[in-house]
């Protein structure tokens, strides 16, 4: 059998570096579960006198360099720790190699599923085994970590050496949101300015937004607004072929992309640059929406902080994250109409991934090579990361900051723009930006869906009961009304048209070196292409570019990868369906 080209690179670089034999480290501590933020809860051995730095390599950290601000004040405090973020997005993919080799990834390491277990293998990774027993915290996500673990190839002996991203304390088939990731979302009062039109399809969609456009040609600042404003940075990510803008959309159909593929709602794959696919579909639609002179012009060269800041300041009149609202929508504009809210188009049927019980593929671990006293302390830290004290700081913020506490226990929002306005901490609590003090890790071990044990509620603050009745506005009882149901979510179930996809833990192959090559080969030109495209003058245009591209990607090999991402992406589809049957 072929050795995985990463794989091998990093066996290789492993066995010239001088490694850290075995784990006989001493079990930690017993820990007490942590209670609510800003109370003593006694995670740690108790004693940090000596000051230390943990270096993080972080494939989910944007930022590169030491934690400043609010919340390096809380792991200072309580850990006597700083934080060295060492980030691939920031330095550039070749950082994972040279780190590889000197057998030192990091102390702490989140990396994604498929690189964690080549990295197990070539032991850069620590066994934990002998200790996480000892952490309460950890421990009571133990059916994960232990699915985790189980479905490391190599791992024969049942060992601990990570411990999933994003965990819920939910099941593997819920879905807790209100809203899915991906759906077409519209400023409310646009939208009713136009007399709230039933929207039969994309075509009457783009009818709407141009009307939009023409009613509102700028923001209240005058500054040029667009429906549709796209950005190119993130391109290829994610393991998805194409142009992000296309790939996130693809849902809206009941189709998700899987590398190289489209998986259909009957559970068949199909090629991603197959014409009877949704990334044809909604990339047309795209076409047909510059062509209309909806699309921000600056959309092919500008990136995501420059897409971001026309989304902050009204320059933009369709979102499609639901997380991306977050940047527009605040209470004042619930209350005053303002704000973006899910928009049912008829036609469409939405994928969604249920609750990440089981994690969202990346992966927490310890560095092979960290000696027995920095090592104790991490794992202590990660228990904290992973206890309802950790998770409301991460999740929720600083108390009497960010929220406040009732008489009930109950949390409620305070400051709600305290992120998108970076407003200033006060120096006690750590100074400087609430923004620019944010966790840089930028990688929970625990969904914010997730239930809080202390207040028997999400961490995420738009499920906390005070949240949900200080945004009762009139507008989401005009919603209500229109549509027939409470939340958007409510609105697709009763209506059948959410299919939610369980979630499972599988591990799933590296590329080989050749099918490396060409999935990059092949993304480039999927990439380049579709840019063009949108920008294509007519449907003769768009269709000659399709099957020039099309024709040069089969030249790329890309059989070769559809048949190496079918065989893949089985794996998890079966895991799936197994799921569903039970």
């Known amino acids: 059998m072929k050795m995985k080209k990463r794989a091998l690179q990093i066996l290789s670089a492993a066995m010239a570096a001088v490694m850290v ?215 290829g990510g994610d393991g998805m072929l194409g142009i992000a803008n296309v790939t996130q959309l693809t849902t809206w159909y009941g189709e998700k992309i899987k590398g190289s593929l489209l998986l259909k709602p009957d559970n068949t794959f199909i090629p991603v640059n197959s014409k009877d696919g949704t990334y044809y579909t909604m990339l047309h639609f795209l076409n047909e929406a510059n ?121 409620t929002l305070i400051n709600d723009n305290a992120l998108m306005d970076n407003i200033p901490v006060p120096e006690e609590l750590g100074g400087g930006g609430y923004n620019d003090g944010m966790n840089a890790i930028n990688q929970w071990m625990v969904d914010a869906i997730s239930t809080d044990p202390d207040t028997g509620e999400a961490y995420n603050k738009d499920y906390w009961s005070t949240y949900k009745a200080a945004t009762m506005t009139q507008m989401k009882k005009d919603w209500a009304a229109k549509f027939g149901a409470a939340e958007p979510v409510d609105y697709m179930k009763d209506n059948k048209i959410l299919l939610i996809s369980p979630n499972v833990s599988v591990s799933l192959p590296s590329d080989p070196a050749d099918i490396s090559i060409i999935r990059k080969q092949c993304n480039d030109l999927l990439c380049d292409y579709s840019w063009r495209m949108i920008y294509a003058k007519d449907d003769a245009e768009f269709d000659s570019l399709w099957d020039e591209m099309c024709t040069q990607m089969q030249g790329m090999g890309f059989d070769d990868l559809v048949k190496f991402d079918k065989d893949k992406y089985q794996i998890e589809l079966e895991a799936k369906l197994a799921v569903n049957k039970k």
């Open 291 to 411: 062509k209309r002179g909806i699309v921000d012009p600056d959309s092919g060269t500008q990136d995501w902080n420059t897409a971001c800041d026309k989304m902050k300041t009204g320059r933009v009149y369709l979102m499609w994250y639901n997380w991306q609202v977050g940047f527009w929508n605040t209470q004042d504009r619930l209350k005053n109409g303002t704000a973006f809210i899910y928009t049912p188009i008829k036609d469409q049927t939405y994928y969604a991934d249920a609750d990440t019980y089981y994690g969202s593929g990346r992966v927490f671990a310890v560095g092979s090579q960290v000696d027995d006293a920095k090592y104790k302390r991490i794992m202590d830290f990660l228990d904290w990361y992973a206890s309802p004290e950790g998770l409301t700081y991460q999740h929720d913020g600083l108390k009497d900051f960010n929220y406040t506490v009732g008489s009930d226990g109950k949390y």
């Open 21 to 235: 034999a075995g784990c006989g480290t001493p079990a930690a501590t017993k820990q007490t579960t942590a209670a609510a933020a800003g109370t003593d809860t006694g995670t740690g051995t108790g004693s940090y006198d000596e000051p230390m730095t943990f270096d993080i390599y972080d494939v989910a950290a944007n930022y590169q360099g030491t934690q400043s601000g609010w919340f390096a004040k809380v792991v200072k405090d309580k850990f006597n720790i700083e934080l060295n973020m060492i980030s691939p997005q920031v330095a550039g993919d070749g950082i994972y190699q040279t780190r590889c080799s000197t057998g030192n990834l990091g102390d702490i390491v989140v990396l994604e599923r498929t690189d964690f277990t080549d990295c197990v293998k070539a032991g850069l990774i620590k066994d934990i085994t002998a200790d996480i027993k000892n952490y309460p915290n950890l421990m009571s996500y133990q059916d994960q970590i232990d699915v985790l673990n189980k479905a490391i190839p190599e791992n024969k002996d049942g060992k601990t050496y990570g411990i999933p991203c994003q965990m819920t304390n939910t099941s593997p088939t819920s879905y807790s949101q209100d809203v899915i990731a991906s759906s077409p979302l519209l400023r409310w009062d646009l939208y009713s300015e136009l007399g709230r039109p039933e929207i039969k399809n994309m075509d009457d969609l783009l009818d709407i937004l141009e009307k939009m456009m023409k009613a509102h040609p700028t923001n209240d600042a005058g500054d040029p607004a667009y429906p549709l404003s796209l950005w190119s940075d993130w391109d």
